[in-house]
């Protein structure tokens, strides 16, 4: 059985249809990468499973139960956790503050200081400015801090919306590296790219999403030898 399954999903903004009919999986222990063009649907993928937006058809299930119609915040319950596009740190909140919101909805508040143990050996730098102003740290510091969030909420499934947007090359190469050692760590990855090189190879599978649906899928290895991806978001003719 699959960690979580789409099946069919599909999801409007008033009238308009972002996603239609989209189904995928990710299995327990994966990393599993959705690759897209700007505007395809993948945010809203991400918003479907964790619950921001609702379904206008189909259903979610996360660990054989059906999650559709539940609320978000018991989705991060459940073990959900999402680290959003453009990466929502709270700006006026300490680093250690930021990371204590991570851990609010969790009821086994006795592993706290071994996750952030985990959050500040994974993120070395958050280590040394625990106490700054989240607002005032660097766009990669702030995506850093994002991902260690969504993490002290010690999830089964983390969403990581776009991790490398914006950020400096030795900072890209940096967080992907990382997100490979949080799934050795056994957390299951759901990862959102425009980075598609470095996601594909980083990915045990891929998706690859196109204004709302699912086009193709394969693993990580197989779409990054294909020719028409390679052209089309690769970069390569
Ligand atoms: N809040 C919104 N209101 C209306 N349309 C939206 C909203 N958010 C996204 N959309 C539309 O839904 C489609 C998918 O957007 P999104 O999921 O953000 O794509 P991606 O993350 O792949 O760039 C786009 O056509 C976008 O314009
Ligand atoms: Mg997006």
Same mark, same amino acid.
């Given at each position: 059985?699959?960690?979580?399954?789409?099946?069919?999903?599909?999801?409007?903004?008033?009238?308009?249809?972002?996603?239609?009919?989209?189904?995928?999986?990710?299995?327990?222990?994966?990393?599993?990468?959705?690759?897209?063009?700007?505007?395809?649907?993948?945010?809203?993928?991400?918003?479907?499973?964790?619950?921001?937006? !609702?379904?206008?058809?189909?259903?979610?299930?996360?660990?054989?139960?059906?999650?559709? $119609?539940?609320?978000?915040? #018991?989705?991060? &319950?459940?073990?959900?956790?999402?680290? !959003?596009?453009?990466?929502?740190?709270?700006?006026?909140?300490?680093?250690?503050? %930021?990371?204590?919101?991570?851990? *609010?909805?969790?009821?086994?508040?006795?592993?706290?200081?071994?996750?952030?143990?985990? &959050?500040?050996?994974?993120?070395?730098?958050?280590?040394?400015?625990? %106490?700054?102003?989240?607002?005032?740290?660097?766009?990669?510091?702030?995506?850093?801090?994002?991902?260690?969030?969504?993490?002290?909420?010690? !999830?089964?499934?983390?969403?990581?919306?776009?991790?490398?947007?914006?950020?400096? !090359?030795?900072?890209?190469?940096?967080?992907?590296?990382?997100? @490979?050692?949080? %799934?050795?760590?056994?957390?299951?990855?759901?990862? &959102?790219?425009?980075?598609?090189?470095?996601? #594909?190879?980083?990915?045990?599978?891929? *998706?690859?999403?196109? $204004?709302?649906?699912?086009?193709?899928?394969? @693993?990580?290895?197989?779409?990054?030898?294909?020719?028409?991806?390679?052209?089309?978001?690769?970069?390569?003719?």
């Amino acid at each position: 059985m699959a960690l979580l399954e789409l099946s069919t999903v599909s999801v409007h903004y008033g009238r308009i249809q972002a996603l239609s009919d989209v189904s995928l999986t990710v299995e327990q222990g994966e990393i599993v990468t959705l690759i897209g063009a700007n505007g395809a649907g993948k945010t809203t993928t991400m918003r479907a499973i964790s619950g921001i937006r !609702p379904l206008s058809g189909g259903t979610i299930t996360f660990d054989g139960e059906d999650i559709s $119609t539940l609320r978000a915040d #018991l989705r991060v &319950v459940r073990g959900i956790s999402q680290s !959003p596009e453009g990466r929502g740190v709270f700006p006026g909140m300490t680093v250690m503050e %930021n990371l204590d919101m991570g851990a *609010y909805s969790r009821k086994d508040r006795k592993n706290l200081a071994e996750d952030l143990d985990r &959050v500040f050996t994974l993120f070395p730098r958050l280590a040394e400015r625990k %106490n700054q102003a989240g607002g005032t740290m660097s766009g990669g510091e702030q995506q850093m801090l994002a991902i260690g969030r969504a993490l002290m909420a010690r !999830p089964r499934l983390l969403l990581l919306d776009e991790p490398s947007m914006g950020l400096a !090359p030795q900072f890209i190469q940096q967080i992907f590296r990382i997100i @490979t050692e949080i %799934n050795e760590q056994g957390t299951t990855v759901l990862l &959102v790219e425009q980075n598609a090189q470095q996601a #594909l190879s980083r990915a045990h599978r891929a *998706y690859v999403l196109e $204004t709302g649906s699912i086009s193709r899928t394969g @693993t990580g290895q197989e779409l990054l030898n294909d020719a028409s991806i390679k052209e089309a978001y690769l970069g390569v003719a």
